[in-house]
């Protein structure tokens, strides 16, 4: 008979910033009879997931598994919502294409999209159709979070959140307080093996050893634990991915907005995220620019300039030691994609938790998975830097993984092959391209389509969006009342 593997006892978490601490909590509450304990504080601004004021909409199925409230997030982190990023230049001067979330677009309406958005069209110039509700909502400026389970004209729309991230970090520290994560704030001085591949402790300046079962590295780009491992080995990106310099605005006045921006500039590109905090900006160049050029790109003071060379650890967890986000990988932060890596890596440790007793198995699947979110990162971002304008400003680049043969079915055919772990679903990766400047092809079978079906469905499209609108108020409206409500009476 088979006896249960004795369970981990204690696992360290080292790096306080927003993932660690996330990373912590989950543990704990997935492990209740286990020690968690968090080491280090807040990584620097290159550890772009531990700064990230947004994320993917995956992070809301991790939140809601986590047991953190999404209007705890609005009334108490600064929250807000996003439901469509827009991207300019990329596919010429005046081009522009809107990503939303999920797959939600009817078969039908895909061919017929895909006659329609496939003409580079100018701005306001008879521009292709929306192709989601939540485009349409985005661009009405209408929209309120669904009531979970009710079904309501909004309840396909999916979406992403951002937030304040001092504030968010705070809203999960209090939570892991609360669970009983425990804090120690030092810094690693020292690393003290065990058995085989195994770490025993770590060390910290002045407080001696604290040792653990499990050790999760989350300190940002450095990587202190996986980085020191002999064991370890990179993977360089570089060849594919140009950006090597980063530069953080500090954030701009608020904005009350359902979308956010990443345009093509004749130096780089921009990011432009909404927020109750500010506007957060972010350039990114393949050359370094002076300080002064770099702040009339981002119409803002910098904050951080932050010199960057990507790629990816080949193995993120190598013996007892475990890395998420940015110590398993740095890129360049086009969209919230780091901190979206870290949470699927984290949503993937839980779902592969071992015992004390690591098996190798388990361990080479988890590698085998997380390899492959990392390259699905890798080939995302490649998408962005294989069109001809992003070759003006960046030079031609590798085009790494299965890259070209998906942009190959996709002028060809309209057709995005699948594969596992990517960051986007099929109909994101579709809008994402388009929005890049490609042109969808016509599968066979679509150039003999059933009129009436794509009559019937785009009808059923305008319909939905139509009650959509109907039902979602204005969104800024929306959202000041939901911060009102949420205010203690003075007195």
């Not at 349409?136 to 209408?142: D, F, I, M, Q």
């Not at 705070?170 to 994560?181: D, S």
């Amino acid at each position: 008979m088979s006896t249960p593997r004795e369970p981990l006892r204690r696992v360290v978490v080292a790096g306080g910033g927003q993932v660690g601490v996330l990373a912590a909590l989950a543990l704990r509450r997935s492990l209740p009879g286990c020690e968690v304990i968090v080491i280090g504080s807040q990584p620097g601004p290159a550890a772009f997931a531990d700064w990230s004021p947004s994320a993917m909409s995956f992070t809301n199925k991790l939140h809601d598994r986590l047991g953190i409230a999404e209007a705890d997030i609005i009334t108490k982190a600064g929250g807000s919502y996003r439901l469509v990023t827009r991207y300019a230049g990329w596919g010429g001067a005046e081009q522009q294409g809107v990503l939303a979330y999920g797959e939600a677009l009817d078969p039908a309406l895909k061919t017929a999209f895909a006659r329609e958005w496939g003409q580079v069209r100018p701005l306001g110039a008879g521009a292709p159709p929306a192709g989601s509700v939540a485009q349409v909502l985005a661009e009405a400026g209408r929209f309120a979070p669904p009531p979970p389970g009710e079904p309501t004209p909004l309840a396909a729309v999916d979406y992403a959140l951002r937030w304040h991230p001092a504030a968010y970090r705070a809203l999960l520290i209090q939570q892991a307080e609360a669970a009983g994560v425990r804090y120690a704030e030092g810094v690693i001085d020292r690393i003290e093996p065990g058995e085989a591949d195994a770490i025993r402790a770590v060390g910290l300046a002045g407080q001696g050893l604290i040792e653990a079962d499990l050790f999760i590295d989350c300190t940002g780009p450095q990587a202190s634990l996986l980085a020191a491992h002999p064991r370890f080995a990179f993977t360089d990106w570089s060849a594919s991915l140009p950006t090597r310099h980063v530069y953080l605005a500090e954030p701009a006045a608020p904005v009350i907005a359902l979308e956010d921006r990443i345009t093509l500039v004749p130096a780089g590109w921009v990011t432009e995220v909404a927020g109750r905090d500010g506007l957060h900006r972010v350039l990114g160049t393949a050359g370094p620019l002076a300080r002064t050029e770099a702040e009339a790109l981002l119409g803002a003071a910098a904050r951080a300039a932050i010199a960057l060379s990507p790629g990816r650890a080949v193995e993120p967890w190598i013996g007892n030691v475990v890395a998420l986000g940015d110590a398993a990988a740095r890129f360049e932060p086009l969209g919230p994609l780091h901190l979206d890596l870290a949470h699927r890596q984290l949503d993937l440790l839980l779902e592969m938790l071992p015992g004390r007793a690591i098996s190798p198995l388990e361990r080479a699947e988890y590698n085998r998975r997380s390899g492959l979110m990392m390259e699905g990162v890798h080939e995302v971002l490649a998408f962005h830097f294989a069109g001809i304008e992003a070759q003006r400003v960046f030079g031609a680049r590798v085009l790494p993984g299965r890259v070209g043969a998906v942009i190959d079915q996709f002028v060809r055919r309209g057709r995005i092959p699948f594969r596992e772990e990517l960051p986007l679903l099929g109909q994101e990766q579709y809008a994402l391209l388009v929005a890049l400047g490609w042109t969808p092809g016509l599968p066979p079978a679509a150039r003999h389509a059933d009129a009436e079906a794509e009559t019937r469905a785009r009808a059923a499209f305008e319909a939905d969006a139509r009650a959509a609108l109907a039902f979602a108020p204005p969104y800024d409206q929306w959202l000041a009342r939901a911060l009102g409500a949420n205010r203690a009476p003075a007195g």
